[in-house]
């Protein structure tokens, strides 16, 4: 699902909401989140899971091309969590997947 799919995702689930308000509603959600993260802070929606930062230290790494080493800096990455209900919910869906395959 790409973000313009989750604007017309909401426009239509809810109808009072036109595409642009749907527009703003999502941007400012995600904004927010990126804001959030880039503090360093820690992101949670119930059901759904965790956002958090992840620390990398630096490291030796090799140029695939020539074989030579690199150093690769530390950095800082955003990490998802999924939720226990996501989790679920996706295994679910992938047995209920399996099964019509088998039959």
Do not use: C, W, Y
């Not at 009072?16 to 703003?24: M, N, S």
């Not at 059901?47 to 630096?58: D, L, T, V």
């Amino acid at each position: 699902m790409t973000r313009s799919d989750l604007v017309e995702e909401l426009a239509a689930r809810f109808g009072q909401l036109t595409h642009r308000d749907a527009e703003f509603a999502v941007k400012a959600i995600l904004d927010a989140m990126n804001a959030a993260l880039v503090r360093g802070h820690r992101i949670e929606i119930r059901g759904f899971g965790s956002f958090s930062i992840n620390h990398r230290p630096p490291r030796i790494g090799r140029n695939p091309r020539s074989g030579a080493s690199v150093e690769v800096p530390e950095k800082r990455v955003p990490h998802f969590k999924p939720g226990k209900a996501l989790r679920e919910a996706v295994d679910l869906r992938t047995v209920e997947l399996e099964g019509k395959r088998k039959s």
